[in-house]
């Protein structure tokens, strides 16, 4: 299995304040320096980014133990990041679901 990229994401840009600076590293940057001009779409882009390489990173390292050319640790740390970058992804996309039913069974 292969991991590729993701497909472009169409969202709202949204300025939001504290703890996206590990996950959008963008975000810090604008917020530090005063410019505001990374929106949520390429913040969300970037995590995806982010975390697809983690993942191709991943699975380099298990063909490369596979071949003999990787210690067990380095696969250990390689799959649990990828694991923690997996499920961080997909507790957003949760979320991400969970805004646009509520916000869809809103009454206009």
Do not use: C
């Not at 959008?24 to 697809?52: D, H, I, M």
């Not at 191709?56 to 133990?65: H, L």
């Not at 003999?68 to 640790?73: I, L, N």
């Amino acid at each position: 299995m292969i991991v590729t990229g993701i497909g472009a994401l169409k969202l709202n840009p949204a300025t939001d304040g504290a703890d996206g600076a590990s996950l959008f590293p963008g975000a810090a940057a604008s917020r530090a320096g005063g410019n505001l001009g990374t929106s949520f779409a390429e913040a969300v882009s970037q995590a995806a980014s982010k975390t697809v390489n983690t993942l191709q990173n991943a699975e380099q390292v298990s063909m490369q133990a596979l071949k003999g050319d990787a210690d067990t640790r380095q696969v250990v740390d390689a799959v649990m990041s990828a694991q923690q970058a997996l499920q961080t992804a997909v507790a957003i996309r949760d979320k991400v679901v969970s805004a646009y039913l509520e916000v869809s069974r809103m009454g206009i």
